[in-house]
C-alpha cells in the first residue's frame, strides 16, 4: 500500500508521509529499531520540509525517533531529543495536552535511568 500511495502522491505528500509513520511504528513494535530508525530519520526530513517543524505530525515523528534510541539503548540521545522536543509540545498542542504529558514522562523517565 505504501508503494502504491507514493507512486500516485510522491513522497512528499501528507498521506504518505502518514503511512510511513505507520510502517515505523510497526517497525518499531516489532523489534526491527534499525528499520524503524532509517526510517524516522527520512520521515522527519521530509515531515520538516513539507509540514513545518512545528507541526503535530512531525513533532510525533521526533517522539517517536527518540523512543527508538531508548529502545535501542542510546539513553544519552533519547533524552537529548526529548528534552528539545518538550518545549515545542508545550509551544503548539499546549502543556496539558497529552503528547506534551507523554513527552515529559518519557523524560523525566529517562533522567531517572541515567547514571
Known amino acids: 500500500m505504501l508503494t ?6 510522491g513522497d512528499t505528500h501528507p498521506y504518505p508521509l502518514g503511512a510511513r509513520s505507520n510502517l515505523a511504528y510497526a517497525y518499531r513494535r516489532g523489534g526491527e529499531l534499525t528499520r524503524a530508525a532509517d526510517l524516522l530519520e527520512t ?3 521530509d ?3 513539507v509540514l513545518g517543524a512545528l507541526h503535530p ?6 517522539a ?3 523512543r527508538v534510541h531508548e529502545l535501542s539503548g542510546d539513553i544519552e540521545q533519547a533524552a537529548r531529543m526529548l528534552t528539545d522536543l518538550l518545549p515545542l509540545y508545550e509551544r503548539v498542542p499546549g502543556d496539558a495536552h497529552p ?3 507523554r513527552a515529559r514522562a518519557a523524560l523525566d ?3 531517572t535511568a541515567q547514571p
Open 4 to 9: 502504491q500511495c507514493r507512486q500516485a502522491l
Open 99 to 101: 503528547s506534551t504529558v
Open 64 to 66: 517517536g525517533l527518540a
Open 57 to 62: 505530525g512531525t513533532l510525533d515523528t521526533r
Open 43 to 45: 520521515l522527519l526530513s
Open 47 to 49: 515531515s520538516d520540509q
Open 109 to 111: 523517565r529517562l533522567r
